[in-house]
């Protein structure tokens, strides 16, 4: 029987599978694995959140199908938050629907407007999903460098000029998973201009909107007027008020990327659990000061990683903005790469990242580090890699000699 499925075949194999797999030997050894891999919150949600949750949960009639689009009090919701938070009115009824998580949105997103070999414009390195979701659904991949020096406008200009067909869509993420690059209003005007005179989609992905340090609220691209002719956004309650295993997502934006996912969703589920979604509402309804309990949070882990990994001898930018730092492996360990850097510090220092290369090629010689252990476990994981960088040098002896046996 055929066991080679078109679809599967697409799909590489998965990059943090190596690492995971290592990581999970090394607990099952008894091992305290520091784990700065996947960007999965520690933190608890708002209590009233939870709450809510369990008041809703006594309701009998709760447990039956929900939505797929989402109740009612749920889109007002995000569109409210969408007012108070960039000045932006949403439809609830025609410019926004509620998805499972991000993630899922975007996948679906895919599959409802893509078709065999339409080309798909995507950042490199980016979230796995941003390219993942348009291969699965038979789209034509072409990267974009970001990142660095790399000017992204200049890149997608080019991409454009040079993709037959023409592109159907560009994604954008910022602030970004995983380089933590955020851009300005002025970059979404650029962008919305560019799409809106070459007839292009712009799918953009604002995960990490109320994770920032600088004093500067991200902003949405649609916040610029225009913008809803071409666009459509995602957030998402998993990092804003640690959500993340609720799976509570949101599209808002263009009406007609919107009508085609929801027509998509239709078929293939009937929304989140009606309970998380009435959490979900008192979320983004009820008192807000969690999201800077959250915020302070994480930029305390961020000085306290940054100062700790200088210390050690490896000197990592700080992140303006999300849970992650993005760095460049130590310069003695960049023959190597960042797999195989991840890979002696996982075994030699118990503390886990994740390798570059897992979200592109142009992610290569970097690896992401996640803010999700607390600040005593962080200090323990510079002082283990203090150790592991004075020892470098003969761990990369015995690697080569082992290789060259």
Not at 184 to 213: G, P, Q
């Amino acid at each position: 029987m055929e066991k080679d499925f078109y679809r599967i075949k697409r799909l590489p194999p998965y990059v943090f599978a190596e690492v995971n797999a290592m990581k999970a030997k090394e607990r099952a050894a008894g091992a305290d694995i520091i784990d700065f891999g996947m960007g999965n919150p520690d933190l608890t949600p708002p209590q009233h959140v939870m709450d809510k949750l369990t008041e809703t949960l006594q309701n009998p009639k709760v447990h039956r199908y929900s939505a797929s689009k989402g109740i009612p009090g749920l889109r007002k919701a995000i569109c409210a938050y969408y007012k108070r938070r960039f000045n932006v009115d949403i439809d609830p009824d025609t410019e926004s629907i509620v998805t499972l998580g991000s993630k899922e949105g975007l996948a679906n997103l895919a599959q409802a407007i893509t078709a065999p070999g339409d080309v798909i414009l995507v950042p490199n390195p980016s979230y796995p999903i941003h390219h993942f979701g348009f291969l699965i659904a038979g789209a034509t991949i072409r990267h974009i460098p970001v990142g660095g020096d790399k000017d992204f406008m200049e890149g997608l200009a080019y991409a454009v000029k040079h993709s037959i067909p023409k592109p159907l869509a560009i994604v954008i993420n910022y602030p970004s998973n995983p380089t933590a690059e955020v851009v300005d209003i002025n970059f979404y005007k650029e962008i919305v201009a560019f799409a809106r005179k070459h007839e292009i989609y712009i799918l953009s992905d604002l995960a990490y909107a109320e994770i920032y340090f600088d004093g500067n609220p991200p902003p949405s691209i649609l916040e610029v007027p225009g913008a809803k002719d071409v666009a459509i956004e995602f957030t998402s309650l998993s990092k804003t008020y640690s959500m993340a295993g609720w799976r509570m997502g949101f599209a808002v934006g263009n009406k007609d990327l919107v009508a085609a996912l929801t027509r998509m969703k239709s078929y293939v589920d009937y929304g989140a659990f009606t309970p998380i979604q009435v959490a979900a509402t008192a979320a983004l309804n009820g008192p807000q000061d969690y999201i800077e309990y959250a915020r302070e949070t994480y930029k305390a882990r961020r000085d306290v990683l940054i100062k700790g990994l200088a210390e050690a001898g490896w000197d990592v930018p700080p992140p303006a903005a999300t849970m992650f730092a993005w760095t460049r492996i130590p310069e003695i360990w960049a023959e190597l790469g960042s797999m195989e850097f991840s890979k002696q510090l996982l075994k030699h220092a118990h503390v886990a990242v994740s390798p570059g290369e897992g979200f592109g090629e142009y992610g290569e010689g970097f690896v992401r580090i996640a803010l999700v252990e607390n600040e005593q476990r962080i200090r323990q994981a510079t002082r283990n890699i203090k150790k592991f960088m004075a020892d470098s040098p003969n761990i990369i002896a015995a690697i080569k000699k082992e290789v060259a046996q």
